[in-house]
């Protein structure tokens, strides 16, 4: 069945270091989205990519969606405290929408 | 605007008790899911619902599992007999439209399950 992996599962940065989390799915998709789960709270949706090779910017954090449509970036330049989180991505597969494995962002001021 | 409301937010039950998980989506969403989330893991999808079907019950983990949409609004996730590896944060999700573009879920607080 469809998987959807991220690498790495944790990073720890130190803040004002840049931060990459990698989304790769075994079948293409349709579209992508990318959510982030502080700790203690749930996942929140940051942007959805529809387009092959589509890169969406929201002010420090770049999206990428990949030309094959099987996998996706998220980049973060110089981190903050306030990006501590796990970071998702999501890809619908028919009738169900499956998460990625989830990388785990740790930044020390 | 309210947002996607679960209830009760934690649920400590003994083992072999049924229990029952609510969620009230955000007004007008006919999408409907549930997941649920272990400790430091990743969301496991359980089920959803277009309106009030679920046409595809595939993922809940098995028979003492069950959940129910009525009115096209509040959904109940059954959990019978529970047993200790159930315990787990259970997340519901609404969205606009079901996978149609532009249409991201929203979820609730989640309910944190504990089974003794």
């Known amino acids: 069945g469809q998987q959807v992996m991220q690498i790495p599962q944790y990073q720890h940065v130190q803040e004002g270091e840049d931060f990459t989390t990698y989304c790769n799915s075994s079948?293409?998709?349709?579209?992508i989205q990318w959510y982030k789960q502080r700790p203690g709270g749930h996942p929140v949706f940051l942007i959805q990519?529809?387009?092959?090779?589509e890169v969406k910017k929201q002010k420090r954090l770049t999206f990428q969606f990949g030309e094959a449509k099987k996998n996706s970036s998220l980049h973060i330049t110089a981190t903050q405290t306030t990006d501590v989180g796990t970071y998702f991505c999501?890809?619908?597969?028919?009738?169900?929408?499956?998460f990625g494995t989830g990388t785990r962002l740790q930044v020390f001021p | 605007g309210a947002g996607v409301s679960q209830s009760p937010s934690n649920k400590v039950t003994e083992k072999g008790k049924d229990v029952e998980l609510r969620c009230d989506p955000i007004?007008?969403?006919?999408?409907l899911y549930w997941y649920r989330q272990s400790l430091g893991q990743g969301l496991e999808f359980l089920i959803y619902?277009?309106?009030?079907?679920?046409?595809?019950k595939s993922g809940l983990p098995s028979d003492r599992f069950s959940a129910e949409r009525t009115g096209g609004s509040v959904s109940t996730l059954t959990i019978q007999r529970t047993q200790q590896e159930d315990s787990a944060v259970y997340l519901c999700?609404?969205?606009?439209?079901?996978?149609?573009?532009?249409?991201?879920?929203?979820f609730g607080n989640g309910t944190r399950l504990t089974v003794t």
């Open positions: 619902f277009q309106g009030n079907s679920a046409p595809d």
């Open positions: 007004s007008g969403h006919t999408a």
């Open positions: 999501a890809g619908p597969r028919t009738d169900k929408l499956i």
């Open positions: 999700a609404s969205s606009l439209v079901f996978h149609g573009p532009l249409s991201p879920l929203h």
């Open positions: 079948t293409t998709l349709s579209n």
């Open positions: 990519l529809v387009k092959s090779g």
